[in-house]
């Protein structure tokens, strides 16, 4: 199992929605390192909810229901989406400082890459926000 953060602008496509909708293909992502992660992604995979922008916290917890297919809002096959089914609201979310100031989490791509909408975690940095959301 692999572990991933999306980021998503609540004005566009928040959180309440993707629980309202309970599935949502995530689509559009325009940017190679992106969509490299979204073709590298697994059913089953956990998936952490950012809220940019507005917000800047880590919301919730998501799933991988699909993996990559041809990304409905281009002709172009080299673009690829996914399908995530949400799993987990946050009591509490984690914000953008808290991240930014835990050690474990210094070097995150949220931290590093922040225009980067989809990317990896390790196990152990998904395990530091699970357990901030906690506290």
């Known amino acids: 199992m692999k572990f991933w953060l999306v ?5 566009k496509y928040s959180w309440d929605r993707f629980l309202t909708e309970g599935k949502a293909g995530w689509d559009g992502v325009r940017n190679f390192q992106a969509r490299n992660n979204l073709r590298e992604m697994k059913t089953g995979d956990l998936v952490l909810f950012y809220h940019s922008n507005e917000g800047l916290a880590v919301v919730g917890m998501a799933r991988v ?5 041809q990304d409905p809002t281009t ?10 089914v949400p799993a987990e609201s946050f009591a509490r979310p984690v914000t953008l ?6 050690p474990a989490l210094q070097n995150i791509a949220l931290v590093r890459q922040g225009r980067l909408s989809v990317m ?5 940095e998904f395990d530091t ?3 901030l ?3």
């Open 7 to 11: 980021k998503s602008e609540p004005f």
């Open 65 to 69: 229901e699909r993996e990559a297919y």
């Open 75 to 84: 002709p172009d096959p080299n673009w690829v989406a996914v399908d995530l």
């Open 97 to 102: 400082a808290e991240i930014k100031s835990h």
């Open 120 to 124: 990896s975690l390790t196990e152990s």
């Open 129 to 131: 926000i699970l357990t």
């Open 133 to 135: 959301s906690k506290s």
